[in-house]
């Protein structure tokens, strides 16, 4: 069955760095498209970074230029490195997997993924 973990969050000061990591498993991961969204308290979840199969990368304005999605699929990983944090980027970070392994998808949408990991926590303080 198709799993995803995700790992690396924590806790940084306003302007620090993170690299989270999302495990994959359970399907060819080189074939589809994945992405990373987040959630904060009160607010719905919003798509951050997507990448799909050939390394094609597309990022949410907030986070453009400070964060960067990429791909081992040797390893069977998705990384995000976040960069120059700020606190309003304070949310719990979600890895999905697309619904379907469409070559060239880059999608922020929610409907577009359909396996979720569980999450990682990320707190900047100012």
């Known amino acids: 069955q198709v799993q995803l973990v995700e790992s690396g969050g924590g806790s940084v000061q306003d302007g620090g760095s993170l690299r989270l990591s999302c495990a994959a498993s359970g399907y060819t991961f080189s074939t589809y498209s994945m992405a990373w969204f987040r959630q904060a308290p009160g607010k719905e979840r919003e798509g951050v970074a997507t990448?799909?199969?050939?390394?094609?990368?597309m990022y949410a304005d907030s986070v453009k230029g400070r964060f960067t999605i990429s791909r081992d699929n040797a390893r069977n990983t998705l990384y995000l490195q976040l960069n120059s944090l700020k606190p309003e980027d304070t949310a719990k970070y979600y890895c999905a997997r697309a619904a379907s392994p469409i070559r060239g998808l880059l999608s922020l949408w929610v409907r577009s993924y359909n396996y979720w990991g569980q999450g990682t926590q990320v707190t900047v303080s100012s």
């Open positions: 990448i799909d199969s050939d390394g094609i990368t």
